[in-house]
């Protein structure tokens, strides 16, 4: 089955741009989704297929996606946000989420 | 405004059963693919199953495949998820989502979930 990595914990200092990676086996041939998830709040979708921002995501979230790694970038960090970041994919008849990313705002 | 709604969650003993229900509203609930996606306490997400908006296709995760049953119901907006022979580890809040088959398959829209509890 298909896997998606990320790393565990990203930190970035306030105002600082935060990168965070999604490694999976030529991913850059899928559509990728990143979802934002708040302690004790449901999931929120941030970028859709690979770079789109849906309506009412700032502009300081952005997301690229060649070869083997998606990327989503947060620009101008903000304090609130402080979150879990998920990648996903859809892979033979499945939807696959990565292993999640906590993001510290220092 | 678009909401989703979840209910039927609760404490049950392994090898129990449970329904779950969704409650779609402010959007037209029959053009629109479903899916059941969990989460286990400290965990990350995982997908559990999708179905098609006439309810005609219809995929699970192989983690509940035999055991769990989507549907749902165009006339009264909802969603259901009937869980069947329950283990410890299926234990997790359940969210339904909403799928965006035009923008790749993305959830954009999702419960605030319900927790299930398997538990002698």
């Known amino acids: 089955s298909y896997e998606l990595t990320q790393p565990l914990s990203v930190s970035v200092a306030l105002g600082q741009t935060a990168r965070i990676t999604c490694g999976g086996n030529?991913?850059?041939?899928?559509?990728v989704h990143w979802y934002q998830q708040k302690p004790g709040q449901a999931p929120v979708l941030v970028i859709y297929?690979?770079?789109n921002r849906p309506s009412g995501i700032p502009e300081r979230f952005s997301g690229s996606n060649s070869g083997n790694t998606a990327t989503l970038t947060i620009s101008r960090a903000q304090a609130g946000d402080e979150a879990d970041y998920y990648c996903?994919?859809?892979?033979?008849?499945?939807?696959?989420f990565g292993t999640g990313t906590k993001v510290t705002v220092l | 405004q678009v909401q989703l709604v979840e209910s039927g969650g609760g404490l049950v003993k392994p090898g129990g059963s449970l329904r779950l229900s969704c409650a779609a509203s402010?959007?037209?609930?029959?053009?629109?693919?479903m899916s059941w996606i969990r989460q286990a306490p400290g965990k990350g997400l995982e997908w559990v199953s999708y179905?098609?908006?006439?309810?005609?296709?219809?995929y699970y995760a192989d983690s509940v495949k035999g055991r769990f049953t989507i549907s749902r119901d165009n006339a009264k907006n909802s969603l259901y998820l009937q869980m069947n022979s329950l283990r410890a580890e299926d234990t997790a809040v359940y969210y339904c989502?909403?799928?965006?088959?035009?923008?790749?398959?993305?959830?954009?829209?999702w419960g605030q979930g319900t927790m299930v509890t398997v538990s002698s």
């Open positions: 989502a909403r799928v965006i088959l035009q923008w790749g398959d993305a959830f954009d829209i």
């Open positions: 402010g959007f037209t609930f029959s053009d629109y693919y």
């Open positions: 179905i098609s908006s006439s309810g005609s296709t219809i």
């Open positions: 030529n991913i850059g041939s899928k559509n």
């Open positions: 297929r690979d770079s």
């Open positions: 996903q994919v859809w892979d033979s008849s499945a939807y696959v």
